[in-house]
């Protein structure tokens, strides 16, 4: 199983394709240039075209048998496939990812091991698994940043959970610590009592411990780095696990300081842009026939090899376009997310998100988007009807 994996992370999607610079021919289509309606996809013509900026990195799951056919294990991870405007970044980026999801580089091999010496034919066994995977919360010409989690289950009456996350600096493919986002002269003073303020809800609901300011603070004034942080599209995030400072029972805490109190704090690269009032309409439609000379950047998400392709395009430019995987209630109404599997930090009149998936797949999946400021949701299944 081993040696599968790993060979399955090599070959997996290195680089997709890198999106032609800006100001380029092939990114700068004449505003003048009538529609080609041959294949039935209108995409109206643009005077300027930016690279796009897109992330897939969908779940992957393999297995281990016992003689008898019983599976005693199985492992969950993500590949990824990444498209920037300097494909040496995005290849830096993708390798160190892939070092990550590898099974030698995880507590899987010692999941399986245990899993091996446990069964010995029991008819009620449930297999030991080890399931890794991080969610895209933050995509732009900047900076990637993941948060994800670490699930192990040996048998025991739950699961043991352990939230993870890396971020990646866009301009040269560094994975991130947080010392290289505060600005060299931050006061670690400021950023605790940011964060405190930040859970000042969680605080005042009786959810964290009495002393948690005093943990805090104390993280920030040893030699020990702080590897519990992310950026999202909103803020430099901090993220404590259950007994850090609350109870089990009040999970993974996150407190969430807005970058507008960050000013002097962090790094100027490493705010998020902001985002014009831009608008569009999502768009989809079976890619049967489609002549592909029509989507001047395209960027792909394989769920299921033996499925249909499917393009989404927009009539505008919508921002943070985001792809989940989930359940959708009976109603269809509400949606209960599994993994966020894409990310584009903005998708343009001119840009394609090709899906391969089957129908089942498809009904399982989840578009969020932001317009014109307001965030945008529609299950993909009726996108495509």
């Known amino acids: 199983m081993k040696k599968f994996i790993a060979l399955s992370l090599c070959v997996c999607l290195l680089l997709l394709c890198a999106a032609c610079a800006p100001g380029s021919s092939e990114n700068t289509p004449d505003a003048s240039t009538d529609n080609d309606t ?85 008819s009620d066994w449930s297999a030991y698994s080890f399931s890794k995977t991080y969610a895209p919360v933050r995509l732009d010409q900047n900076v990637l940043s993941f948060y994800g989690e670490e699930v192990v289950f040996m048998g025991f009456p739950r699961p043991t959970t352990a939230k993870i996350s890396v971020t990646y600096d866009l301009s040269t493919g560094k994975a991130l610590e947080l010392r290289d986002v505060l600005a060299t002269d931050y006061s670690a003073d400021s950023l605790c009592k940011l964060i405190v303020d930040a859970l000042k809800d969680q605080s005042t609901n009786g959810l964290l411990y009495s002393d948690y300011e005093y943990i805090i603070s104390d993280m920030f004034s040893t030699n020990t780095p702080v590897e519990s942080w992310y950026l999202s599209q909103r803020g430099l995030c901090f993220y404590f696990m259950p007994y850090e400072i609350a109870p089990y029972s009040s999970g993974t805490i996150v407190a969430q300081i807005p970058y507008e109190k960050l000013a002097g704090l962090i790094k100027d690269q490493y705010f998020s842009p ?13 890619f049967v026939d489609t002549d592909s000379s029509q989507i001047k950047q395209l960027s792909e998400l394989v769920l299921d090899n033996d499925g249909k392709e499917y393009l989404i395009h927009t009539d505008g430019t919508l921002f943070n376009l985001c792809i989940e995987t989930g359940k959708w209630s009976d109603d269809g109404k509400t949606f209960t997310p599994e993994a966020a599997v894409f990310a584009a930090a903005s998708i343009s009149a001119g840009d394609g998100v090709i899906i391969k998936a089957n129908a089942d797949t498809l009904a399982a999946l989840r578009l969020t988007c932001h317009s014109g400021g307001n965030e945008v949701s529609t299950s993909l299944s009726v996108l495509f009807n």
């Open 38 to 122: 041959t294949s039935g996809l209108q995409i109206p013509p643009v005077s300027y075209q930016a690279p796009m900026t897109a992330v897939s990195v969908p779940l992957q799951n393999q297995s281990s048998k016992a003689d008898d056919g019983k599976t005693v294990f199985t492992y969950t991870y993500q590949n990824i496939s990444l498209i920037l405007a300097d494909p040496h970044v995005a290849e830096q980026v993708v390798i160190d990812f892939l070092t990550r999801m590898d099974f030698t580089n995880t507590t899987a091999q010692s999941v399986l091991d245990a899993a091996k010496t446990a069964y010995k034919g029991q």
């Open 274 to 286: 902001e985002q014009p009032a831009l608008y569009g309409t999502v768009l989809g439609k079976e």
